[in-house]
T-cell receptor, first 115, second 111 residues
Framework: DTEVTQTPKHLVMGMTNKKSLKCEQH?????MYWYKQKAKKPPELMFV???????INESVPSRFSPECPNSSLLNLHLHALQPEDSALYLC??????????????FGDGTRLSIL | RKEVEQDPGPFNVPEGATVAFNCTYS??????FFWYRQDCRKEPKLLMS???SGNEDGRFTAQLNRASQYISLLIRDSKLSDSATYLC????????????FGKGTKLSVIP
């Protein structure tokens, strides 16, 4: 069982909808991540939060808006998405930001479909 | 040279076989290396970190050759449950949050 919990597991939304993906971890990790994964491709990094501050945005379109309310929670707000945004969205966390061998632990993802 | 390159696969091996995966990386400043496994339509799961001296975890052995920028994973006595895609993962630079994933190698262990 994963120690990073993501909700919802599945989400279907229209292009005009606003929805949010949620991620929670209680391992005391101080770095949290959002990834996007398309079928048969490796995960692609979207955002990194370190100590609750956004430290990396990999040139992600503004229709994706991350938020880190506290050290255990990470949200991804979605608005006006396109069909090509359909993918598996993975949240991950690591013990702290950068430095040393700090593996990332993944949640089981939200499978998003845009109609 | 791609940032992280892996054997293309797929590897189809009988139960009990030994199988080896190879991976090369291009960024000589990389300091952290990992193997993850990913089952179909599931999240990547950390299999093991890779240390300079090499490390072993049960049937799994990981090796790192910094001079050649090469990482390997050896699986002994393959089980049906080992069937998955194995991802070679490298931190982009020293102390980097940013991981670069290889495209993965699919392993099927056949009864």
């Amino acid at each position: 069982d994963t120690e990073v919990t993501q909700t919802p597991k599945h989400l279907v939304m229209g292009m005009t909808n606003k929805k949010s993906l949620k991620c929670e971890q209680h391992m005391g990790h101080r770095a949290m991540y959002w990834y996007k994964q398309k079928a048969k491709k490796p995960p692609e990094l979207m955002f990194v939060y370190s100590y609750e501050k956004l430290s990396i945005n990999e040139s992600v379109p503004s229709r994706f808006s991350p938020e880190c309310p506290n050290s255990s929670l990470l949200n991804l707000h979605l608005h006006a998405l396109q069909p090509e945004d359909s993918a598996l969205y993975l949240c991950a966390s690591s013990q702290d930001g950068g430095g040393g061998n700090q593996p990332q632990h993944f949640g089981d993802g939200t499978r998003l479909s845009i109609l | 040279r791609k940032e992280v390159e892996q054997d293309p696969g797929p590897f189809n091996v009988p139960e009990g076989a030994t199988v080896a995966f190879n991976c090369t990386y291009s960024n000589s400043a990389s300091q952290s290396f990992f193997w993850y496994r990913q089952d179909c339509r599931k999240e990547p799961k950390l299999l093991m970190s890779v240390y300079s001296s090499g490390n072993e975890d049960g049937r799994f052995t990981a090796q790192l050759n910094r001079a050649s920028q090469y990482i390997s994973l050896l699986i002994r006595d393959s089980k049906l449950s080992d069937s998955a895609t194995y991802l070679c993962v490298v931190a982009r630079g020293a102390g980097s949050y940013q991981l670069t994933f290889g495209k993965g190698t699919k392993l099927s262990v056949i009864p």
